[in-house]
């Protein structure tokens, strides 16, 4: 019920100053957050991995209308990929990229590369020196109005970099026909319920019909030729996906579970344990806002917990 007000509040310039320079504000981005530099998305990386982890790396950033800043966000996916390899934790590891921090949104200016052409030759660059060192590239949905350009970028990626996965949300009407499109054999789909604000006009509606949306398109994934990403934590979806497995005969390497860094750690570590696949998304990098306050308002508990830090210091 909280969801969209808090999502819409945080769009306010003042929401933002007053979140990002709240003393306690820190403490709970650690907790969501793996840090700002790259050296703490390493030791992360390396935990992660020691306990039989997979982990997606996410340069926070997003909604640039700056080139400069669209570049500085690449060079920081360059960075962290040559810091990976060097410490030999590249091999099986992904970077999670949005669109809308690499460019999408960048409005022309003379004759300087803009929009979907600068993010398509930025995720370009950073899929080459993934795909250099042994790592693989994933773009993360964002809202419903950058999912076509998304999916042109995707097609034009994927003529070079087949593997090139993709998430889509349960929470749009579109999903399943564009499904339809990206179930073929090795096609690497993260399906997650969705994280933004969407209009009734494009929204299959409430929480329970998201669930069910859930579970429609997992069946339509599993049944496939793919590579199907789970990324939920809900204990409802992890159990239905457990039976869907068993209906469409998956083995284990062949999906995986998806859960983000700091939630259900312990979770990620039992599903592991079982055999299955999981990986963590690991965000990291000084522009935590926008993914700070979606993971407030998934969930009151989270945002008690960060009213109850302002309250107790
Ligand atoms: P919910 O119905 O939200 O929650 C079910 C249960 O999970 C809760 O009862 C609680 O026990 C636990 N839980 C869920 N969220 C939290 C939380 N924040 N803190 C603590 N416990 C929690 N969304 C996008 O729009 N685009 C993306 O590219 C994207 N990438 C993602 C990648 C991964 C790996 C994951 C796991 C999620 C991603 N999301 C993305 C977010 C997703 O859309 C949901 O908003 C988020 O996962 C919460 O939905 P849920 O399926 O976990 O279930």
């Not at 997606?56 to 920081?76: K, M, N, S, Y």
């Not at 949005?98 to 899929?127: F, N």
């Not at 009734?200 to 409430?206: C, E, F, T």
């Not at 497995?245 to 570590?269: A, K, N, W």
Request: net charge neutral; hydrophobic share 45%; aromatic share 6%.
């Amino acid at each position: 019920m909280l969801r969209t007000p808090i999502l819409v509040a945080s769009r306010s310039a003042q929401v933002r100053t007053a979140v990002t320079h709240a003393p306690v504000t820190r403490s709970v981005v650690r907790r969501f957050v793996a840090g700002e530099a790259t050296t703490d998305a390493l030791a992360a990386v390396a935990r992660l991995q020691a306990d039989g982890l997979r982990v997606t790396l996410d340069h926070l950033g997003e909604d640039t209308l700056d080139a400069a800043a669209a570049g500085r966000t690449v060079q920081g996916y360059l960075t962290l990929l040559t810091a990976l390899d060097d410490a030999g934790l590249a091999r099986g590891a992904e970077v999670s990229v949005k669109l809308s921090a690499v460019g999408q949104a960048v409005p022309p200016s003379g004759t300087s590369p803009h929009g979907p052409a600068l993010a398509l030759d930025g995720v370009r660059r950073i899929a080459e020196a993934a795909y250099g060192c042994g790592a693989r590239v994933n773009l993360d949905v964002e809202d419903h109005t950058t999912i076509d350009g998304m999916l042109a970028v995707l097609r034009d990626l994927r003529a070079d970099f087949p593997d090139v996965g993709v998430a889509m949300q349960a929470m749009l009407r579109r999903t399943p026909g564009d499904l339809a499109d990206l179930t073929g054999p090795g096609s690497r789909v993260r399906l997650v319920k969705g994280a933004y604000a969407e209009p009734d006009s494009v929204s299959v509606g409430d929480a329970a019909a998201v669930d069910l949306a859930y579970v429609r398109c997992m069946r339509l994934l599993l049944a496939g030729q793919g590579y199907p990403m789970l990324g939920t934590h809900d204990p409802r979806m992890i159990e239905i996906a457990g039976s869907l497995v068993e209906e469409f005969g998956r083995t284990p390497d062949s999906f995986e579970h998806q859960m983000l860094y700091g939630i259900r750690p312990d979770e990620q570590l039992r599903l592991r344990a079982e055999g299955r696949q999981v990986r963590v998304y690991v965000p990291y990098g000084t522009d935590w806002y926008g993914y700070l306050t979606r993971r407030l308002a998934e969930r009151p508990a989270n945002l008690l917990f960060f009213l109850r830090s302002l309250i107790s210091r």
